[in-house]
């Protein structure tokens, strides 16, 4: 059983950085891949960025490009969500989700997040 | 980018009776390579992650409820609960996994009437 869990609350003034991890368990960490998706209060969901571990390969949403970092440490089997230059507006839930894909001919068709994982709250205030 | 569009915003349904929701996009997102379509439905109740009920526009996730079933074209997509349900109550989301960046519907409130 698949299981992703985040770290803790954070708060952070505008102009940090947070850094937030999502630790997977059961299956083969070397299958997943992981996606970022943030939900500000009250607000639909916005798809961050992915990460395939085993390739070490990230892509990012151009929104939030330049400002996010997504990691992995196929040690730990960890990944994390690196956030700069926090405004306000990046107050939100955060959540790590694994990925479902076919792999063709070394392709990658994505088409569900099947495992969340609990969310984290980043809260940006002075 | 490609825009999904979900409605209404919110409806009130009878227990027991139908909920359809609608889901449009901007284009197409029908893989010619496979011919399936890559529109995705998840279901989020307060302060719990998404769910994730069906794929590929129409196949249920393992688990989910035959109540549950999805249909559509190239870009018009509905989810449709045939006999809500207490448990129904959330709101539902739609998302295309045809090209980056991924985008979700701005969802859909589903209450009982």
């Known amino acids: 059983q698949v299981q992703l869990v985040q770290s803790g609350v954070e708060v952070k003034k505008p102009g940090s950085s947070v850094k937030v991890s999502c630790k997977a368990s059961?299956?083969?960490?070397?299958?997943?891949?992981i996606t970022w998706v943030r939900q500000a209060p009250g607000q639909g969901l916005e798809w961050m960025g992915r990460?395939?571990?085993?390739?070490?390969?990230?892509n990012y949403a151009p929104n939030f490009q330049g400002r996010v970092t997504i990691t992995a440490d196929t040690s730990t089997t960890t990944v994390y969500m690196k956030l700069s230059s926090l405004r306000s507006e990046d107050t939100a839930v955060y959540y790590c989700?694994?990925?479902?894909?076919?792999?063709?001919?070394?392709?990658?068709?994505?088409?569900?997040?099947?495992?969340w994982g609990q969310g984290t709250t980043v809260i940006v205030s002075s | 980018d490609i825009v999904m569009t979900q409605s209404p915003e919110s409806l009130a349904v009878s227990l027991g009776e139908r909920a359809t929701i609608s889901c449009k996009s901007s284009?197409?997102?029908?893989?010619?390579?496979?011919?399936?379509?890559?529109l995705t439905w998840y279901q989020q109740k307060p302060g719990q992650p998404p769910k994730l009920l069906i794929y590929?526009?129409?196949t249920r996730e393992s688990g989910v409820p035959d109540r549950f079933s999805g249909s559509g074209s190239g870009t018009d997509f509905t989810l449709t609960i045939s006999s809500l349900q207490a448990e129904d109550v959330a709101v539902y989301y739609c998302?295309?996994?045809?090209?980056?960046?991924?985008?979700f519907g701005q969802g859909t409130k589903v209450e009982i009437k």
């Open positions: 989700a694994r990925d479902l894909a076919e792999i063709v001919d070394q392709y990658y068709y994505f088409y569900a997040m099947d495992v």
């Open positions: 059961g299956g083969t960490f070397s299958d997943y891949t």
């Open positions: 990460i395939i571990p085993i390739l070490g390969v990230a």
């Open positions: 284009q197409s997102v029908l893989e010619s390579s496979n011919n399936k379509k890559y």
């Open positions: 590929w526009t129409s």
């Open positions: 998302q295309q996994y045809y090209s980056t960046p991924w985008t």
